[in-house]
């Protein structure tokens, strides 16, 4: 590379449970820079979730965060004019946002409520391990499971 590695940006814990992983969290769920907004949301869903489970809602957000970080990928690489899913390991940074995206993601497709809402029942089935987040982590392991005997033509 022609240009030195980008410096890793440090975040501020957030201001409610000083935990620098809700604040990567509330910073994916973000749009348009309106991060009260963000934070209302995150915390709204927060206090859903322990109404629902009756458990600490931080707690239950992590499990369910490490039930959909996923483990593996398969990346697609040309070998003689053919193209192969290739199973790969993730780097644990991508892993953590992977995760987090598919949550945000799959809560957003969810309709007719709030998104705090929409959220908490997101949160609350990965906990669970249920839910579309918790379904496309099986779908991209099932397939690099399938693609192992390619796993030689790693890059």
């Known amino acids: 590379m022609r240009k030195a590695r980008a410096k890793r940006h440090l975040l501020s814990p957030d201001p409610k449970h000083k935990d620098e992983l809700a604040e990567r969290f ?15 949301i995150f915390y709204d869903a927060l206090e859903t979730v322990e109404n629902k489970t009756k458990e600490n809602g931080l707690d239950v ?3 369910a965060l ?14 003689g004019g053919a ?8 780097r644990q940074d991508r892993k953590i946002s ?4 598919w949550m945000i993601s799959y809560a957003k497709q969810r309709k007719g409520k709030p ?11 990965a906990y669970k391990e249920e839910g579309g987040s918790f379904k496309k982590k099986e779908d991209i392991h099932r397939m690099a499971e399938a693609n192992k005997a390619f ?4 890059f």
């Open 66 to 79: 490490s039930n959909v970080t996923p483990q593996v990928e398969v990346r697609s690489r040309r070998v």
């Open 83 to 90: 193209t192969f899913q290739i199973p790969q390991e993730i």
């Open 26 to 40: 509330v910073n994916n769920i973000m749009r348009q820079g309106k991060k009260s907004v963000a934070y209302k």
């Open 98 to 101: 992977m995760g987090m995206k």
């Open 115 to 125: 998104m705090a809402e929409k959220l908490a029942d997101e949160i609350v089935a």
């Open 151 to 154: 796993s030689h033509f790693r």
């Open 61 to 63: 957000w992590k499990k």
